[in-house]
């Protein structure tokens, strides 16, 4: 297992497209799971759940999704069309997140979504230390209402993305990150 620093300072994202096998065994999503459900949450509210998609349901969900994806974009290029056909087919597993962030008296919504991407962001660097690579995706499904109930959403809730995870196809390229000092100032009165 990777040194915990070197591991936060490695993560980056493979696209869902370059996702492949080994898939994540039953214990390794339990685990994953658990480290996603490990984060900063005021108030011990839990406003998130997950929902596990297998890769061999992929079939279905498209077969449900993809009426939706035509009303919507009625214009989509076929090559696109294409691609969205296989959204949940892409990689093994598929973990969507969602928020339950509710009107609270206490704890205002925005913490509660805050909450839920923590969690989200704990699952894909689960996913790392576990050995596999992931993507958060958002996209159309994740603010369509009549798509997230079919991918599972009950009233009231949302999901904040969808993490598409499996062992990269190929060795992932790195992007340019912010330097410390272009993020990082000292707080002083005068501006
Ligand atoms: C809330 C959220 C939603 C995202 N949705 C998408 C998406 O729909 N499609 C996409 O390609 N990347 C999406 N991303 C970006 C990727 O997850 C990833 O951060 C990006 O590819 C950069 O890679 P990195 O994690 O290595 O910096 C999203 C990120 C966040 C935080």
Redesign the pocket.
């Known amino acids: 297992m990777p040194d915990a620093l070197e591991l936060l300072k490695t ?3 493979v ?1 869902a497209f370059l996702l492949g096998d080994p898939a994540p065994s039953d214990a390794d999503i339990r685990q994953m799971i658990e480290i996603a459900a490990r984060v900063p949450d005021h108030g011990k509210l839990t406003p998130w759940r997950f929902i596990l998609y297998r890769r061999e349901q992929g079939e279905r969900l498209s077969e449900l999704l993809m009426p939706l994806y035509h009303a919507r974009f009625p214009n989509a290029e076929a090559q696109r069309v294409e691609q969205e056909r296989g959204r949940f087919s892409r990689s093994p597993v598929t973990i969507g997140v969602i928020s339950k962030a509710a009107t609270h008296a206490k704890i205002p919504e925005w913490e509660q979504f805050l909450s839920a ?1 923590a969690s ?1 962001m704990n699952l894909v660097l689960a996913a790392h230390a576990l050995g596999f690579a992931a ?5 159309w499904c994740a603010d369509d209402v009549a798509a997230s109930a079919l991918l599972g959403a009950g009233p009231g809730e949302r999901f ?2 969808f993490v598409h995870i499996g062992t990269p196809k190929e060795k992932p390229l ?2 340019p990150r912010p330097a410390v000092d272009e993020v990082l100032s000292n707080w002083s009165e005068a501006r």
Do not use: A, E
């Open positions: 993560r980056r994202s696209s991407g989200t993507q958060w995706v958002s996209d904040v993305g790195d992007r």
